[in-house]
Nanobody, 121 residues
């Protein structure tokens, strides 16, 4: 089992930036990739971005391409999500997940508690 702790959420104005962090501990070697998902109030959880631990390969959901960047620090077992040019529609609870390089939530076995991101217009 991998334990995940997210941080970095908060309130920001439209056009602003935030950086989310996800620190992993436990059986981190059991996962080959990490991802961020988000869930807006009253909506389903959706994929945001994913990264391979060893390859560094990345993939993004269309709504965030060109604005968000996922990265990792293998030495610190930490994954980041740099979010720029934020829009009100980015408002959601953001979840970190450990599993594989994938956009499907069924490929992830460990989830963080979530961190709230609110973008005001």
């Amino acid at each position: 089992q991998v334990q995940l702790v997210e941080s970095g959420g908060g309130l920001v104005q439209s056009g602003g930036s935030l950086r989310l962090s996800c620190a992993a501990s436990g059986r981190t070697f059991s996962s080959s990739g990490m991802a961020w998902f988000r869930q807006a109030l009253g909506k389903e959880r959706v994929f945001v971005a994913t990264i391979g631990w060893s390859t560094g390969a990345t993939a993004y959901a269309d709504p965030v391409k060109g604005r968000f960047t996922i990265s990792r620090d293998n030495a610190k077992n930490t994954v980041y999500l740099q979010m720029n040019s934020l829009k009100p529609e980015d408002t959601a609870v953001y979840y970190c997940a450990a599993g594989r390089f994938s956009a499907r939530d069924s490929d992830f076995t460990s989830w963080g508690q979530g961190t709230q991101v609110t973008v005001s217009s």
